[in-house]
């Protein structure tokens, strides 16, 4: 008897513990139902934000800090992952890179785009000069290359500041990155363009800018701008001599033509060209002179510190 009811507080006990175990697997197998609901509405979620963002493209960061003026290399870059429609039309890819500087100060994580770079090496007289044109090209866009040409009376023509970067256009009037010497050459051209009639400053325009060579600069400047030229401390003018025999025979031409309308006071004042540029040159070779000496002290100067 006593062995039959113990049988039996044995069976109870044990149905009692299937009982807690089947309604705690039950209780878990709803749980996990749940998560699984749960993530297959997750999914779901991100599957229509996936789709409203459509597909993803890459964009490239700045792994470190750059400095302006520094030498722009593919190392500098992580890939990141964006939307395609996030992509502005000027990220930069590494082959951009190539041949470039950063134009500022940039920090790590910077999305990196085109117009962070330079395409052009820059030096301490770069600066930015508005030219006033005659004729520009049609189409003309910031960003072209062009060279800055003089077209005179007589149909001598000369390329005055080659390969020069637009950086705004107003009109007539056209924002280039220019050198220090390349004022100088514009101060000359206005001065011809005011004394010769017929006379125009066009620009023409490179097709492929980053293939093409520039062109070389051959205008010869007037013998007034040529001085200040020598006097200039900053800029090297060793071969200047040559510049001086191309303008006296630009002048004999322009002076002696009957088909050149020469501004009044000019030609009244004009003394016998080939005097002229024989004065002028005595004067400059001893101004080159005495450049080439303050240089040389400079430099010296320098050595000892």
Do not use: W
Not at 259 to 271: L, P
């Amino acid at each position: 008897m006593y062995s039959k009811r113990r049988y039996i507080i044995y069976v109870i006990i044990c149905m009692v513990i299937l009982g807690v175990f089947g309604i705690s697997v039950l209780m878990i197998q709803k749980h996990y139902n749940e998560k699984i609901r749960e993530a297959e509405e997750e999914i779901r979620v991100l599957s229509t934000e996936l789709e409203a963002i459509g597909p993803m493209g890459v964009m490239y960061q700045l792994d470190m800090d750059v400095k302006a003026g520094n030498e722009a290399n593919d190392y500098d870059l992580i890939e990141v992952a964006v939307p395609e429609a996030a992509i502005p039309e000027e990220a930069a890819l590494p082959e951009d890179l190539e041949g470039k500087s950063y134009k500022i100060d940039l920090k790590a994580g910077f999305y990196l785009t085109k117009d962070m770079l330079l395409d052009y090496d820059l030096t301490d007289d770069m600066r930015k000069l508005d030219v006033v044109f005659n004729e520009i090209p049609i189409g003309l866009e910031v960003g072209d290359y062009i060279d800055v040409r003089i077209s005179m009376p007589l149909g001598q023509d000369f390329c005055a500041m080659p390969h020069k970067k637009v950086v705004a256009i107003n009109g007539s009037t056209i924002k280039l990155i220019v050198t220090e010497k390349d004022c100088y050459t514009y101060e000359s051209m206005k001065t011809d363009l005011s004394i010769y009639s017929a006379t125009k400053i066009y620009a023409t325009q490179y097709v492929e800018a980053g293939i093409q060579e520039a062109s070389i600069a051959y205008y010869p400047v007037t013998l007034e701008v040529l001085e200040t030229l020598i006097k200039d401390p900053n800029i090297d003018t060793a071969d200047y001599s040559d510049v001086l025999i191309r303008r006296e025979l630009l002048e004999t031409q322009l002076m002696n033509s009957d088909k050149v309308d020469i501004e009044e006071k000019v030609t009244r004042g004009k003394q016998n060209i080939s005097d002229k540029f024989a004065d002028a040159k005595k004067n400059y070779d001893q101004m080159q002179l005495d450049k080439e000496k303050e240089a040389a002290k400079a430099e010296a100067r320098e050595s000892t510190k």
